[in-house]
T-cell receptor, first 110, second 114 residues
Framework: SQQGEEDPQALSIQEGENATMNCSYK?????LQWYRQNSGRGLVHLIL?????REKHSGRLRVTLDTSKKSSSLLITASRAADTASYFC??????????FGTGTRLQVFP | DVKVTQSSRYLVKRTGEKVFLECVQD?????MFWYRQDPGLGLRLIYF???????EKGDIPEGYSVSREKKERFSLILESASTNQTSMYLC?????????????FGEGSRLTVL
């Protein structure tokens, strides 16, 4: 299976703290994306990083990509209770198909 | 506002019933996808379509079929539902660019097969 894996599976932090989630994958990729899913809802795209990029920012989100280690990390700075959700990485290893990881459940306590 | 709409949020069916899950997108996207999501397994691709009347198997197509008669509509069919098909089903779409871009998801259809 090409499926990526997120680490940790679950993360609990206090508001204001930073949250870091990691994603590892198995094959060479064209790009890697991060998605967010609120409980019982669909996924929402957060950020895309291409294989020739090393770091990308979007608001309080920072994504890094290390293709030599086949890994990526998502950092959420100054977390809020509203950031409570599951976060998934998805890799494009073949045109038009995304393979999703198993997700990290983030709980941010007020 | 761009949207992917799944016809039913919650369905309860009996074993052996035929089940249709409908998905409509209003963004004129070429690509459409069906995933199922199960705890601990993440999202797994069932089928996808990159054009009208075209379909390709994903990772877990067994027990499913799809139909894409119009560009905006992609249907997932369970010919004879089984209890192991109880799951959350997610439809998604994106533009065919040669480089997979952002996927737009529907709200999901939670299917329970008794």
């Amino acid at each position: 299976s090409q499926q990526g894996e997120e680490d940790p599976q679950a993360l609990s932090i206090q508001e204001g703290e930073n949250a870091t989630m990691n994603c590892s994958y198995k094959t060479s990729i064209n790009n890697l994306q991060w998605y967010r899913q609120n409980s019982g809802r669909g996924l929402v795209h957060l950020i895309l990083i291409r294989s020739n990029e090393r770091e990308k920012h979007s608001g309080r989100l920072r994504v890094t990509l290390d293709t030599s280690k086949k890994s990526s990390s998502l950092l959420i700075t100054a977390s809020r209770a509203a950031d409570t959700a599951s976060y998934f990485c998805a890799t494009e290893y073949n045109t038009d198909k995304l393979i999703f990881g198993t997700g990290t459940r983030l709980q941010v306590f007020p | 506002d761009v949207k992917v709409t799944q016809s039913s949020r919650y369905l309860v069916k009996r074993t052996g019933e035929k089940v249709f899950l409908e998905c409509v997108q209003d963004m004129d996207h070429e690509n459409m996808f069906w995933y199922r999501q199960d705890p601990g397994l993440g999202l797994r691709l069932i089928y996808f379509s990159y054009d009208v009347k075209m379909k390709e198997k994903g990772d877990i197509p067994e027990g499913y079929s799809v139909s894409r008669e119009k560009k905006e509509r992609f249907s997932l069919i369970l010919e004879s539902a089984s209890t192991n098909q109880t799951s959350m089903y997610l439809c998604a779409s994106n533009r065919r660019t040669g480089d997979t871009g952002e996927l737009f998801f529907g709200e999901g259809s939670r299917l329970t097969v008794l």
